[in-house]
C-alpha cells in the first residue's frame, strides 16, 4: 500500500474508486505556442503527437452512446491548434454536451485563430482561462514577457461577447496556479483578489476562480532538484485535505491516450502510461458500467489533488 493510499484508508477512503461517469477528458495533442516551465505533458510549437481524427470519431460515438457523459473537457497542449478542433467541439456541443476548453488565451492573434472567440460563444464552449496572476510583472515572470496583455486583451473581448457577464450563460472562469511549488492554501481570498483588481484595473468580469496545484512531471520534475522534489512531495502530502477527495476528477471521469489504447484515470497518469486496472481496455472495449465502479490507480502523486485547497476544478483538468 503506498502512502496515499494509507492516509485514504486513515479517512476511510480506501480504496479510491470511481462513481457514475460524467466526463470524458480529451487531450487533443502536445502542440502549444508556449513553452511553460510548469507543463506537465511536455507541450511546445515543436510538438507533432496529437490525437488523430480515427480516435476523436470514436470518442464522439461514445458520445452519443452515453447520455449521461454530459460533459467534455477538452485539453492540450494548446487543443485549439488542433486541426480538428474545431470539427470535435462542434460535434459535442451539437450533441448537447458541455464543452470545457482551458486556455491559455494567447492564440487569438495567431493566423486562422482571429474568429475563434466568436465560434466558441456560438458553441456555448465554457473557458477556463489560464492566468498566473492579476498582475503583469508576475505573470510575464511565469510565463514569458508579453503573455499579460494578450490575454488580458483575450479576456475584454470575451466579456464583448457575453463571456462572463451577469444574464448570459457564458462562462468564463479563470485557472490559477502558484509559481513552482507553491500550494494554495486560500482559495477564497485569493478569488476577491482576482475579481477586485481585473474589474478595477481592466473593467475585467469573470465567473469563477480556479486553483490548481502543480503536478511535479513533465518539464516541472525537470526543472526541479531532486531535493526540491522531496521537499514538495513531504508538502503535499503534510497538506492533505480530506475534503478534497470527494471530488476528485478521477472520480468522475476518464482519459484515452492519442491512439485509444489505453485509457487511464486521469491525464497525470496518460503521461506517465499508468492505465486504468483493466489494461486492456481500449476506447473499442468501452464499458460505461465498469469504468463507473473502477478502482482508482493511485500513487504518492496523487497528493497533489488533494493538498490544500486541491484542485477545485470538479470534472476537469487543466494543463495551463
Ligand atoms: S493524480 Fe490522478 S488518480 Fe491521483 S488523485 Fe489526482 S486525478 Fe486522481
Ligand atoms: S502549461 Fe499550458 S500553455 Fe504552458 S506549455 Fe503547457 S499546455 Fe502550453
Known amino acids: 500500500m503506498n502512502s496515499f493510499d494509507r492516509k485514504l484508508k486513515e479517512y476511510g477512503y480506501y480504496p ?27 507541450a511546445s510549437p515543436d510538438s507533432t503527437e496529437e490525437m488523430p481524427l480515427s480516435t476523436l470519431e470514436k470518442l464522439l460515438d461514445i458520445l452519443s452512446r452515453h447520455r449521461a457523459i454530459t460533459t467534455v473537457d477538452v485539453s492540450g497542449g494548446a487543443p485549439e491548434l488542433h486541426p480538428h478542433f474545431r470539427y470535435f467541439v462542434k460535434s459535442a456541443a451539437d450533441m448537447g454536451r458541455e464543452v470545457l476548453l482551458p486556455s491559455n488565451l494567447t492564440l487569438y ?159 497525470f497518469w496518460r503521461v506517465l502510461d499508468m492505465p486504468i486496472k483493466d489494461s486492456g481496455a481500449g476506447i473499442d472495449d468501452f464499458d460505461y458500467e465498469a469504468l463507473s465502479s473502477r478502482e482508482i490507480v493511485t500513487h504518492p502523486l496523487c497528493f497533489m489533488c488533494t493538498a490544500g485547497a486541491g484542485c477545485t476544478c470538479t470534472d476537469l483538468l487543466v494543463n495551463d
Open 16 to 42: 479510491l474508486k470511481a462513481r457514475e461517469m460524467t466526463a470524458l477528458i480529451v487531450i487533443m495533442g502536445h502542440k502549444c505556442n508556449m513553452r511553460c516551465t510548469h507543463c506537465y505533458v511536455d
Open 109 to 267: 492573434d495567431e493566423p486562422g485563430m482571429e474568429d475563434l472567440p466568436e465560434f466558441l460563444a456560438e458553441n456555448r464552449v465554457t473557458i477556463i482561462a489560464s492566468l498566473p496572476h492579476y498582475t503583469e510583472e508576475v505573470t510575464d515572470r511565469q510565463r514569458g514577457k508579453g503573455t499579460y496583455k494578450k490575454v488580458i486583451a483575450a479576456l475584454k473581448r470575451l466579456n464583448s461577447l457575453g463571456y462572463g457577464r451577469e444574464g448570459t450563460s457564458l462562462e468564463l472562469n479563470i485557472a490559477f496556479n502558484p509559481a513552482g511549488t507553491g500550494i494554495l492554501s486560500d482559495g477564497a481570498s485569493l478569488d476577491r483578489a482576482y475579481r477586485d483588481n481585473l474589474k478595477e484595473m481592466h473593467g475585467i468580469t469573470f465567473n469563477r476562480l480556479f486553483t490548481l496545484n502543480n503536478m511535479p512531471i513533465g518539464r516541472m520534475r525537470k526543472s526541479m532538484s531532486d531535493e526540491e522534489f522531496d521537499r514538495y512531495m513531504k508538502e503535499l502530502e503534510a497538506r492533505f485535505n480530506p475534503d478534497t477527495v470527494d471530488t476528485l476528477m478521477c472520480r468522475t471521469s476518464v482519459s484515452y491516450g492519442f491512439d485509444g489504447r489505453k485509457a487511464y484515470d486521469c491525464d
